[in-house]
């Protein structure tokens, strides 16, 4: 029996040492390639991610592609695949922003490596250089080329193991039942939310900064213009992002009752083990995101506010915990014209859905799963026209949206890139991200993550990095899902 057994691992262990070594390929082949150039490239690679491996600087935004060091792939850029099946110009359009994305993410990891191991610039140029060797190389081999299609996916945040041992098909009932409980309290605050967005509590009302607003013409015509690439992938310039999203730039207002609940800046603090909000600078951070609507690709903006904290609501409550955050996304049409809000709390948590005029909800299948949950519906925003976001004291919790024009309050927010995120200052020294290695912002985990651990979340309740929000308790879903929209909502594109 010893001798079966040992027999029995020694044929899995080979199993897997043959997985591993074929994931590694093409890449194995490059590290021992006579062709020096190629070769060096390659020794490039793997000398970095060694340096960033030992130092804990791995950006997790975008996942790595086995076997090919110099690229990685977003939830966009993973559906988009099928296409560049057999189109060799969209595969190399679909390669040049993967190529991006890793360039990208290794400048945070280059730039956050302990002072005095890398020259940033340089090491960039050298990134950039040979990642676009060892693409074309690559390319040039069609079973690398199937290799690369098929390996280029973003895996999920669920761990089926939590799932199977925590008994999640005997618990699913119940969790889902307490979503729907969730569900009915949220659109309970919403009914008893004001409709002019005034609060019966002492509130503050938060504005973007002024500044020349792009009217809807304008706008759709920055989105033709953005698109202009084989992917279709509408893709602003610097300075035309930044105008659009000045331009639907929401307001909020915030229940202030403590420190807790003054959004600001992130910081390192001297020593410290988790980033910490400074309320003298009130900031809210944005970017652009994707996705995808009968074959179209549709800009959304992206908003997300920090606050210090989720305070207790009662002893031992399980939900409070470090740092608390609001992400808000709108999804514009061809024509500028926003089609849809929805928002989750930076957890992944609580997911909401806002839609206009311009969609309507499909009907849910059968089944637990969590679908789409819309407390409220809002008319179209016209010209000079923004979101009202009303955010409770202590869970901030959102309770009411509504509509705004002009200028709504003299407290101003500055917006600032969401990638600053990526590499902070530590007032210590050197520079940090405010996201681990594993996606999550270190020291802001709940207890939630026990109470919810049978439905597989990995680390619920602590908050993440965009392109690692879990959104469902019950099923699977994520918050940059490609196809999210097109699953839940007839659009009216026009």
């Not at 009217?215 to 992938?233: D, S, W, Y």
């Not at 101003?412 to 405010?434: D, H, M, T, W």
């Amino acid at each position: 029996m010893t001798s079966r057994c040992a027999a029995l691992c020694a044929g899995l262990l080979a199993f897997l040492a043959a997985g591993c070594a074929t994931l590694d390929a093409p890449f194995a082949a490059h590290l021992s390639s006579g062709v020096p150039q190629l070769r060096g490239c390659a020794e490039w690679y793997r000398s970095l991610d060694e340096r960033v491996a030992a130092a804990g600087t791995r950006d997790a935004q975008d996942a790595r592609v086995p076997g090919f060091p110099y690229l990685r792939v977003s939830r966009l850029l993973a559906a988009l695949r099928p296409a560049a099946l057999s189109d060799d110009g969209l595969l190399r359009a679909l390669t040049d922003r993967m190529l991006a994305l890793d360039v990208e993410a290794r400048r945070y990891e280059i730039m956050n490596l302990p002072a005095g191991t890398a020259d940033t610039r340089q090491a960039l140029l050298r990134t950039r250089e040979c990642g676009t060797l060892l693409r074309d190389v690559d390319l040039a081999a069609p079973e690398s080329r199937a290799a690369l299609l098929q390996r280029a996916e973003v895996p999920d945040d669920y761990v089926l193991a939590n799932r199977i041992l925590g008994l999640y098909w005997l618990t699913r009932i119940a969790f889902a039942q307490g979503v729907r409980r969730e569900e009915e309290l949220a659109r309970a605050r919403f009914r008893r939310a004001p409709s002019d967005g005034a609060s019966a509590l002492r509130s503050v009302r938060y504005a973007p900064e002024p500044g020349a607003q792009l009217t809807r013409p304008q706008a759709a015509l920055v989105l033709e213009h953005a698109a202009g690439n084989p992917l279709r992938i509408p893709e602003p310039s610097e300075e035309n992002l930044n105008a659009l999203l000045a331009a639907y730039a929401p307001s909020f207002e915030v229940d202030v009752r403590g420190d807790y609940d003054r959004f600001g800046a992130l910081r390192w603090l001297r020593d410290a083990d988790s980033p910490s909000v400074d309320g003298s600078q009130l900031a809210v951070y944005a970017h652009a995101a994707w996705t995808r609507y009968e074959g179209r690709v549709l800009l959304q903006l992206v908003y997300t506010l920090w606050f210090p904290q989720r305070a207790p609501q009662y002893a031992g409550d399980p939900l409070a915990g470090t740092l608390d955050g609001i992400t808000w996304r709108v999804t514009l049409a061809p024509d500028g014209e926003p089609l849809i809000y929805d928002a989750i709390h930076a957890c992944g948590c609580y997911h909401q859905f806002f839609p206009t005029p311009r969609a309507v909800a499909r009907p849910a299948p059968g089944g637990l799963d969590e679908w789409m949950f819309s407390p409220q519906s809002l008319p179209a925003m016209g010209d000079g026209a923004r979101p009202l976001v009303k955010i409770a004291t202590g869970t901030h919790s959102i309770e009411g949206i509504s509509q705004v024009r002009g200028t709504d309050s003299l407290v101003r927010y500055e917006l600032r890139p969401y990638g600053e995120l990526r590499s902070l200052v530590r007032y210590s020294g050197g520079r940090a991200s405010a996201f681990g290695a594993d996606g999550l912002v270190p020291g802001t985990e709940r207890a939630e993550r026990f109470v919810f651990w049978p439905m597989g979340i990995a680390s619920a309740g602590a908050m993440r990095q965009w392109g690692r929000h879990a959104t469902a308790f019950v099923g699977r879903r994520h918050f940059d899902d490609a196809e999210l929209f097109e699953k839940r909502f007839s659009f009216d594109l026009r």
